[in-house]
C-alpha cells in the first residue's frame, strides 16, 4: 500500500524559508513523478513543482527562482525547498506521485496515483 507522509510546515514571516519533506512507502522511488501542490482556502488546487522519474523538474511561475524541488531515491524523499517566502504561498501543501512520466502536463492533478494529506504553510507579512 502506497503512502505518502509530507512533513516541514508552519510560519515564517516573508522572507522567510522552509523545507517541506514528503517520505513515501509502499514504491519503488526511481520508478515514480511526484509534484508538489498547494491549495488556499476558497481557491483552486494548483501545481506547484514536480520531478520527472527521469529527474527533470518544472515549476509553476510563481515560484520559479525561488523554489527547488528534489527528490532522495535512497530515502524515498521528496523536498520542497522554499526561499523568499511571501504571503501568497499560505496554502496546505500536497505531495502527489504518479507512475512513469508527466511531462507536460505535470500541473494536472488528475493524472497522479497518490496524495499525501498535507501540511500548512503559513506566511505572515
Known amino acids: 500500500q502506497v503512502q505518502l507522509v509530507e512533513s516541514g510546515g508552519g510560519s515564517v514571516q516573508a522572507g522567510g524559508s522552509l523545507t517541506l519533506s514528503c517520505t513515501g512507502y509502499?514504491?519503488?522511488?526511481?520508478?515514480?513523478?511526484m509534484g508538489w501542490f498547494r491549495q488556499a482556502p476558497g481557491m483552486e488546487r494548483e501545481g506547484v513543482a514536480a520531478i520527472d522519474n527521469d529527474g527533470s523538474t518544472a515549476y509553476a511561475d510563481s515560484v520559479k527562482g525561488r523554489f527547488t524541488i528534489s527528490k532522495d531515491n535512497a530515502k524515498n524523499t521528496l523536498y520542497l525547498q522554499m526561499n523568499s517566502l511571501k504571503p501568497e504561498d499560505t496554502a496546505m501543501y500536497y505531495c502527489?506521485?504518479?507512475?512513469?512520466?508527466?511531462?507536460?502536463?505535470?500541473?494536472?492533478?488528475?493524472?497522479?496515483?497518490?496524495w499525501g494529506q498535507g501540511t500548512q504553510v503559513t506566511v505572515s507579512s
Open positions: 502527489a506521485a504518479a507512475y512513469g512520466r508527466l511531462g507536460g502536463s505535470w500541473s494536472f492533478g488528475g493524472i497522479y496515483n497518490y
Open positions: 509502499g514504491y519503488v522511488s526511481n520508478h515514480i513523478s
